[in-house]
């Protein structure tokens, strides 16, 4: 039952509220050092707002050979902000997967759910731009 409250806290916030697990802890009567073990144990979740916008750089191989390493990096510079963070405005959280099964297309950037495949360092900009 702890999972799918946590998963339904997190749909509608993006993140657990640190009161939101509080509140957990008080209507089901289990430690509140329970709750955050399960927040922390899986990676769906996350106890830091996130972006509006998630966006994610495929490493794996075939993107990798194909210079996924320096998109990561111009989105990084582009944006201020390392992998696994998220920009001060909430406009966007970067992260990286290990593959996403479209290695024909590579390298690949996902936002929000939408490839942008063939990705080159001159693309970043534009497509970052796309997003309010």
């Known amino acids: ?11 509608e916030y993006k993140y657990l509220p640190r009161e939101a697990l509080e509140e957990v802890h008080k209507g089901l009567s289990i430690p509140l ?12 979740f996350g106890l830091t707002p996130k972006g509006r916008h998630l966006i994610d750089v495929c ?25 696994g963070e998220t920009t001060k405005d909430l406009r966007f959280t970067l ?22 495949g063939q990705m080159s360092t001159n693309k970043v900009k534009p497509l970052l731009e796309s997003y309010d």
């Open 33 to 44: 050092t329970q709750v955050y073990s399960v927040a922390t144990f899986f990676k769906a």
């Open 95 to 116: 992260g990286t997967v290990n593959c996403v099964g479209a290695c024909a297309l590579g390298p690949m950037v996902i936002i929000d759910g939408q490839y942008a």
């Open 59 to 83: 490493l794996g191989t075939a993107c990798h050979v194909r210079g996924a390493v320096r998109i990561l990096e111009r989105i990084e510079r582009e944006l201020g902000i390392k992998s």
């Open 1 to 11: 039952m702890l999972v799918g409250i946590l998963q339904d806290i997190q749909a």
